[in-house]
């Protein structure tokens, strides 16, 4: 046995007992929580730039300016914006009494999810046609939506819309370009896809594991910005491989595709990603081995927890 292994009980303890928490753990932002409840807040890095980056206007403000958009107008802007995380996500994350049940109306939600399908069957895997900031929009209205139920609700046409979204980003072989918008939206994506029943898919998790054997066959060797392929995986292994795992359907469908469980262990004894060379990747190892112990209640699984916690 490995010599890590010492030391995996120890962090799968915190990671189980972090899975615990209910999703409504408050405005504490999603991606600002590693897997043992600490604060990782890696920062992306803009090489030979000094001082605040020049944005030009996004066209759509605020959240006012969002809500007064009509479903099809949404689109449009969505679709447009050079810069999903400036124009889209940091406008509309935080949950607004007046606003947000209209941003995220259920018609609003269930359309903007049609078309993710579309475009995502389309992607090219390195030009963005607007499949970005769709994704953007989807995870947060997933997001929304399960910390304020009074105030926004789905309907199961429309979670089985952003299902199909995701289902089609998945299956789309140039998702596997690890281009840098690749790699966002995949973030994106996982995000979406962990919620409710979502997660239960196997085309979704198909992609999970040929993405856990990239990570572990150490394709993050050729990027020349790390971030991106970081922030991918991020929420691959510690968002997408936390929260489903409640679910009888989610953890149906792992049984039949348990060489995910393998795949994980895979990650975890990569000992490349704990390098000084890749910063921030040993959070993806330490997630990988708490990803494992987040499925090991679940007896039909134990056949594959075991070996892979012992590698």
Known sequence: MKTYCLVILAIMLCGLSSAQVSRN?????????SVINTIATPQAKESGER????RPPCGVEDMAGFASLT?????D???????????INRIIYTFHTEYSSVIFEDAKVKYIADQAAVKAASYDGVNDN????LFVYLSIAGLQSSFNPDDIAFSANTWAAIKTACRTLSQNPNILSE???????????????????????EDILGLAKQMLDNLANNTYESQTNLY???????????????????????LSEVVMQKEIITALGDVAINTRLNSD?????????????????????????QDVVTPALTK
Do not use: K, W
Not at 78 to 87: A, G, K
Not at 130 to 133: A, D, I
Not at 179 to 201: I, K, P, R
């Open 25 to 33: 753990h408050g405005s504490q932002d999603i991606c600002a929580r």
């Open 51 to 54: 001082g605040p980056r020049f």
């Open 71 to 75: 479903t099809s107008q949404l689109y």
């Open 77 to 87: 802007h969505i679709v447009s914006v050079d810069d999903p995380f400036y124009c």
């Open 130 to 133: 607007g499949s970005f900031g």
């Open 179 to 201: 281009t840098e918008n690749t790699m966002y939206m995949l973030g994106h994506m996982f995000f979406a896809a962990s919620f409710d029943n979502v997660a239960a898919d």
């Open 228 to 250: 991106p392929y970081y922030y991918g995986y991020y929420y691959l292994l510690d968002v997408f491989f936390r929260y489903p795992t409640d679910s009888s359907s989610y």
């Open 277 to 301: 060379t890749y910063q921030y990747f040993g959070d993806l190892s330490n997630q990988s081995i708490v990803a494992i112990g987040r499925h090991a209640s679940h007896e039909p699984l």
